[in-house]
């Protein structure tokens, strides 16, 4: 079995254009790793490979959507052909959708679930038998303190979350003997662009995320991430509040249930009013 360091390690990142995934690329190019930054930007992707390019590391760019599956299995295929080997995998590309089921159309399950769960299935199919055959390597999902606490106003987003959670615990456990490491990292707000760029049905997102702690830093989640995925944590749960909210969730589920129904009624003060007017 091959002990994993970060310096001279292969390391592919999904969603790396920006947000957390350009963060953790350049933490790892820090650390000396081979970086392989992915995105379905490929102008993102190319941004983020420059910048660990001039911390004196390696880094290539690639133009990857994680739902298409055999273009996962040819960039792993052609990254193995560069390198021999991808070491880590860091499946963090995800999208969002805001609302309420009852507005819901099936697009809004679909793509979400698309992305945030095949998307990481795809990455794990690709490097996963790999990794097995060499007797190492560190599969690393970023799901989301939603994959922990059942929020309410995003629940195609908690489903493939708590999806990925799922995923993770129990193949980290099929895949420990075989000298394969997974980790799940669940950060709770981070200042990233995902909120910008989500798609809110029905509902204004400026109200919505004044409802929301401040968000730490995509930089400071990364270190969190790539500090636990060094120490071989199973789970890492990034911020204070995402940790009590995980806390609540184990320890009470009624109590759960009375704080997600409870945001819930604040959250419809941002409902947009001539949606329900035209009904």
Not at 57 to 86: I, N, P
Not at 87 to 109: H, Q, T
């Amino acid at each position: 079995m091959r002990k994993l360091g970060f310096a001279g390690s292969v390391a592919l990142i999904t969603g790396a254009g920006s947000g957390i995934g350009r963060a953790l690329a350049l933490e790892l190019g820090r650390r000396g790793a081979i970086v392989c930054a992915t995105d379905r930007d490929l102008d993102a992707a190319e941004a983020s490979a420059a910048q660990v390019r001039a911390l004196g590391a390696e880094a290539t760019a690639v133009e990857l959507d994680v739902c298409d599956r055999a273009r996962f299995f040819a960039v792993v295929a052609e990254l193995c052909a560069a390198h021999g080997r991808v070491d880590y995998l860091f499946n963090n590309a995800g999208i969002g959708v805001g609302g309420e089921v009852r507005d819901f159309g099936p697009e809004d399950w679909r793509r979400v679930v698309e992305v945030n769960l095949f998307g990481v299935i795809h990455g794990i199919e690709a490097v996963y038998p790999g990794m097995v055959e060499r007797g190492s390597g560190h599969i690393v999902n970023v799901a989301s303190v939603a994959g922990l606490f059942p929020l309410p106003g995003e629940v195609s987003y908690v489903t493939s979350k708590y999806a990925v959670v799922g995923l993770s615990h129990a193949l980290r456990a099929e895949a420990a003997d075989l000298g394969v490491r997974v980790t799940l990292a669940c950060p709770g707000h981070v200042a990233t662009q995902i909120y910008a760029t989500s798609k809110v049905v029905n509902y204004d997102l400026d109200g919505i995320l004044s409802l929301w702690p401040k968000g730490i830093s995509p930089e400071r989640c990364a270190e969190d991430i790539i500090r636990g995925v060094q120490r071989n944590r199973s789970t890492i749960v990034i911020t204070g509040f995402a940790r009590g909210l995980w806390w609540l969730s184990r320890l009470s589920p009624s109590l759960t249930q009375w704080g997600a129904r409870r945001y819930m009624r604040q959250a419809r003060a941002f409902r947009k009013p001539e949606v329900d007017d035209e009904r």
